[in-house]
């Protein structure tokens, strides 16, 4: 006999949580449709060169291909290349700027281990522009971002907030002889390797004492968000990129008050996302408490999302939550605010031979937008009741007898217990 496991780096919820991750996934799909963000769903599986022409490195050893004859195809490593090729391909019939929503299953041959997996739910926002994007875009992605983890049920956090322009204007203004783009992935590595690994870092790249130093005091600046602009304009640091960033940034800030959203966000110098893929705002978000489970929605500032796939510059913004991964840190330290309910409002118990009219009942529920479902299985009635605890059901409708006779309903209320006689009208009533 086979042994029922599922692979390592997978995960099935039962039914009671997948009810509250439906909750949670409709709840931001919501929010995002009210902002004007447009739902979309692209392929899971991607031809070969269309994936890979944006991926490599750790990147593509990660991606699961599939050999199917002469033709060789990828499952989706991310949302982001599937909707770089969708605005691609029709760039001509969509109007930008383009605002989008998905939600998904994306796939990664990764290392299995806690938080991380092999299948995931992403959920993903961007808008897009054609040539030019303004800016005041990259703060109501956040924003959007901060509202919808509100809603669902996530009140103490923080969007930490940088600018790669600034980050990168910072580096070169030191002069320090070596590859950029490598001390900006270890200032991203910072939280995780500490200071003492951090410096050492450095120093294996040829960088002095005196500039290690500097690095340090910038990214670990503390302050009000209003303070460390200020301290920024104080370098006097004479690079177009540079003050490009702070004016960016400051703008950003200046938009995200305006949404009402400024407590939720902070500046902090350290986070650069890592990605060359990146080009300006950059945004990690952290539960407080819980900063130790890394960012729980992260995204940023692109030049250009689809040059590998057109001609023409389409700069964007966005964000992404590892929708499953979320879910699993807030059901395991007891934060979900959607509590765990069955699927249907009422199910529907005979006493006798009384199948037909059950039936009817819920058809005439169902008619009304009441969730019901019918107990046909031959057991005795407290079978039935344990069935009904058992599935968290919230009221119980009894046919019987005496009330196919006199034409009510006795619903049961599994909560408090009560029973009440109750006409159809009236049980819809009490219900929704």
Known sequence: MVEPKILPGFIEFSPSEQAQFKKIKTTIAKNFELFGYSPIDTVVLEREDVLLAKAGGETEKQIFTIEKGEKNMCLRFDLTVSFARYVASRENELAFPFKRFQVGKVYRGERPQKGRYREFYQCDIDVIGKENLSVKYDAEVPCVMSKSLKEIGIENFKIKINNRKVLFGFIQSLN???????????????????????VACLKDLQISDENCEKILNFIEKSGKNCEKIEFL?????????FNKGVEELEEVLSVVKSFGEEDNFEIDFKISRGL????????????????????ICSGGRYDNLAGCYTNTKLPGVGMSIGLTRLFVLLRDNNLLKFESKSSIDVLILTMGEYCDQAVKLAEFLRTNGVRCDNYFDDAKFKAKMNYANKI?????????????????????????GEQQKVSNNELIKIIK
């Open 392 to 416: 968290g059901v919230p009221y119980v409708a009894i046919l019987g007898e005496d009330e196919i006779a006199n034409d009510y309903i006795t619903l049961k209320n599994m909560s408090t």
């Open 233 to 241: 304009r104080n370098l006097n640091i004479a690079s177009e990129d």
């Open 176 to 198: 320090l002889g070596c590859d950029y783009n490598e001390v900006v992935r270890i200032i991203d590595k910072f939280d995780k390797i500490g200071k003492e690994n951090f």
């Open 276 to 295: 060359d893929y990146y080009t300006g705002t950059v945004y990690e978000t952290f539960i407080t408490g819980y900063e130790n489970f890394g960012s």
